[in-house]
């Protein structure tokens, strides 16, 4: 009778955060589009919102694009671990630049947006996914 060996590689705390994170953007990107369908692409108005964050079509394919990277790099650890650390650090510019009022193509208010707030929020998060709460995965073998 031959030796069954089974390997199993448990995922690492950067890989659920962009398996997470990219379930959550994707799907907002996808019903954001329910709620601004496809006119005014680009448009600086903020009456179409999901809940309380205003977006645009352009807005909504930020969040696919996002998504999509994130759940690209849940597959291993090192991409998840570099997928995490930059879009940290593009969506804490993003917050900035929010905050300077100079993104309203994307339906991003100034200071006052909740959007800002949230982008903030993502992004640390996905710098701390991203550095220091990475950690790789634990790795059990059975034979």
């Known amino acids: ?3 069954r060996r089974t390997s199993t590689t448990t995922r690492s705390p950067a890989q659920i955060f962009a398996l ?3 379930v959550v953007y994707l799907l907002i990107g996808i019903v954001g589009f329910a709620v601004t369908g496809f006119d005014g692409f680009a448009s ?3 009456d179409e919102k999901l809940i ?3 977006l645009n079509p352009l807005h ?3 969040h696919i694009a996002i998504g999509g990277a994130w759940l690209y790099a849940s597959k291993d650890h090192p991409t998840a671990k ?3 650390a ?3 650090v593009a969506y804490l510019l993003v917050a900035v630049l929010g905050l300077l009022g100079v993104l309203k193509f994307l339906a991003i208010e100034d200071a006052g947006s909740t959007d800002n707030y949230l982008h903030l929020a993502s992004g640390a998060l996905s710098l701390y996914f991203g550095t ?3 950690s790789a995965p634990a790795s059990t073998r059975t034979v």
């Open 1 to 3: 009778m031959a030796a």
């Open 44 to 46: 600086e108005t903020y």
């Open 132 to 134: 220091a709460g990475a």
């Open 86 to 88: 930059i879009v940290g």
């Open 20 to 22: 997470t994170f990219g």
């Open 82 to 84: 570099s997928v995490n």
């Open 52 to 54: 309380i964050f205003p």
């Open 60 to 62: 909504n394919l930020v």
